[in-house]
Antibody, heavy 116, light 110 residues
Framework: QVQLQESGPRLVKPSETLSLICTVS????????WSWIRQPAGKGLEWIGR???????DYNPSLKSRITMSVDTSNNQFSLKLYSVTAADTAVYYC??????????WGQGTLVTVSS | QAGLTQPPSVSKGLRQTATLTCTGT????????TAWLQQHQGHPPKLLSY???NRPSGISERFSASSSGNTASLTITGLQPEDEADYYC???????????FGGGTRLTVL
């Protein structure tokens, strides 16, 4: 059974960088797409971007200028960096495995709060 | 980012049937398939159906998905209290090269 676990700081100051890592267990990170999705409290899902195990990426056009995603196949991990954060970036962040249109394995999610 | 359109809420009685809809375009729902997700409060979403109509292992047969043109539907028969949740549709948009979601439908079982 594939499992995903998000890790990283839960509190980030405005204008700084949000950094998260997703560790995949129970299966290989190779040959799959891996996405980050976020959900502000009481709101819907927003796709942030995805990375293939070879490193190819697609990003949400509305966030593209502030995102970098990377993959570390040797440690079965992938990561997200979101730059210049504001309070609007406060959300639960999920890491997810997916082959369009299906998002089949989700992490438990981690709440990241942007506040000084 | 253009999204898919879902009704914000649906209410049905116990043991009744609910049909949730999701409208997109030919760039996403119409030609490239839709998936449905169920989310209970405080939990991550769970995949209910994939590739238009296939149920993952462990998902009840009471859940079935279909699509026609640019609209996808999720039908839940014999509604149970545990079906009360938020339901999201998702699709890959080939013109945007981006995953798009519906705004979610909150299903209330009366």
């Amino acid at each position: 059974q594939v499992q995903l676990q998000e890790s990283g700081p839960r509190l980030v100051k405005p204008s700084e960088t949000l950094s998260l890592i997703c560790t995949v267990s129970g299966g290989s990170i190779s040959n799959y797409y891996w996405s980050w999705i976020r959900q502000p409290a009481g709101k819907g899902l927003e796709w942030i971007g995805r990375i293939y195990s070879t490193g190819n990426t697609d990003y949400n056009p509305s966030l593209k200028s502030r995102i970098t995603m990377s993959v570390d196949t040797s440690n079965n991990q992938f990561s997200l960096k979101l730059y210049s954060v504001t309070a609007a970036d406060t959300a639960v962040y999920y890491c997810v495995r997916g082959v369009p249109p299906d998002l089949d394995y989700w992490g438990q999610g981690t709440l990241v709060t942007v506040s000084s | 980012q253009a999204g898919l359109t879902q009704p914000p809420s649906v209410s049905k009685g116990l043991r009744q049937t609910a049909t949730l809809t999701c409208t997109g375009t030919s760039d996403n729902v119409g030609n490239h398939g839709t998936a449905w997700l169920q989310q209970h409060q405080g939990h991550p979403p769970k995949l209910l159906s994939y590739r238009n109509n296939n149920r993952p292992s462990g998902i009840s047969e009471r859940f079935s998905a279909s699509s026609s043109g640019n609209t996808a539907s999720l039908t839940i028969t014999g509604l149970q209290p545990e079906d009360e949740a938020d339901y999201y549709c998702s699709a890959w948009d080939f013109s945007l090269s981006a995953w798009v979601f519906g705004g979610g439908t909150r299903l209330t079982v009366l």
